[in-house]
Every structure is written in C-alpha cells, then in structure tokens.
Nanobody, 120 residues
Framework: VQLQASGGGLVQPGGSLRLSCAAS????????MGWYRQAPGKQRELVAV???????NYAESVKGRFTISRDNAKKTVELQMNGLKPEDTAVYYC???????????????WGQGTQVTVSS
C-alpha cells in the first residue's frame, strides 16, 4: 500500500474532523499531496492540495473551513475540517504524486477512500 488514509466518520453540522494520510516510508520522493472527495452521484473533485514547496490550493467551497498540512519528513498529509456542512458528506481520497524509486518517473497514487458523513 503506497498511501494509507485514516480518519473520517460521522459528525454533526458545525463539527470537525481530521483526516490523515501516510505514504510508504520507502517512497523515494513526493511532489504534490492532497485530498479529493466524491459525493454520491457526483464526480470526484479536488478539495485541497499541498505542493512539495508548501504552496496550498483549496476548493472555493472549503476555503476558510479546511486546512491542509504536510510533513515532508514523515511523508504525511492531513486535512483539518472545521465547520462541516452536510454538503461536505462524501468519500475522501488522499492523492499524491510520487516516485517510488529514483529510477522511475513520478506518477499519481490514490489512497483508499474514507467516508465523511455530516448529519444531525
């Protein structure tokens, strides 16, 4: 498993959750890391991304509520979600552009999805 996601669950509107994703320690290098989500009947969409240089980009719908952070040494990325709304309900996927070994090209990897449900 190259990416292992954790967190998620059921939370009431206005609540908070934290998602974590860890890349395999043996990965040679990582470029962008981020989170996508897919709600039932909808296409997968970008939630937030953190570049290797530390730049971040957020979907308009989550700006000001979600914060993405990254630890390059630990090869992890986290998504702190505050002020959750029912429309945030979706399966959340970790994504990273990585080189498994020094002699291979960078490619995208997906973690397993984790369900986030916002409901009273």
């Amino acid at each position: 498993v190259q990416l292992q996601a954790s967190g998620g669950g059921l939370v009431q509107p206005g609540g908070s959750l934290r998602l974590s994703c860890a890349a395999s320690r043996s990965i040679f290098s990582i470029d962008n890391m981020g989170w996508y989500r897919q709600a039932p009947g909808k296409q997968r969409e970008l939630v937030a991304v953190n570049t290797r240089g530390g730049n971040t980009n957020y979907a308009e719908s989550v700006k000001g509520r979600f914060t993405i952070s990254r630890d390059n040494a630990k090869k992890t990325v986290e998504l702190q979600m505050n002020g959750l709304k029912p429309e945030d309900t979706a399966v959340y996927y970790c994504y990273a552009e990585m080189r498994r070994f020094s002699w291979v090209e960078t490619r995208g990897y997906w973690g397993q999805g984790t369900q986030v449900t916002v409901s009273s």
